[in-house]
């Protein structure tokens, strides 16, 4: 069994990321964390300093597949990300246990002071959980 420590984000895909981050900002009270640029996508994290939940807003590149699919189609979630407190060890677990995997450890540099590391798993009923750890 892999082991939370809690909800680190929600991750969700949008067509315009500044359009996102003005409306969960002006409309539900959010504030914004942090901006980043990682594999061409560009990523701004709002959180509510009331509930302390945090949104991961990802704009998928121009001309990118997802890109077109949200531009179409709206925004949608992506992923629910829950923090672990040792990464390599709860990935083993994963493997151990059956748990379908989507992405191995990786590690996104670019987000936060020192960096990001995750890995993504399938649920049964087929939706993204990703299992990650701020550096």
């Not at 959010?30 to 509510?48: N, Q, T």
């Not at 997802?66 to 994963?94: C, K, M, P, S, W």
């Amino acid at each position: 069994m892999v082991k939370i420590k809690g909800l680190q984000h929600i991750g969700i895909l949008v067509p315009d990321v500044d359009a996102a981050a003005g409306w969960y900002t002006g409309k539900s009270g959010f504030r914004k964390k942090a901006e980043f640029m990682a594999s061409g996508s560009r990523v701004i994290f709002v959180y509510s300093p009331e509930s302390g939940v945090l949104c991961e807003l990802i704009e998928r590149p121009k001309g990118s597949g997802e890109a077109e699919e949200i531009e179409q189609n709206g925004g949608r979630i992506d992923h629910i990300a829950y923090e672990v407190e040792d990464l390599e060890t709860e990935f083993e677990e994963a493997k151990a246990c059956g748990m379908e995997i989507i992405e191995g450890i990786e590690q996104v540099p670019e987000f936060w002071e020192n960096g990001f590391a995750y890995f993504m798993v399938y649920s049964p009923g087929g939706e993204k959980v990703e299992y990650c750890k701020v550096l």
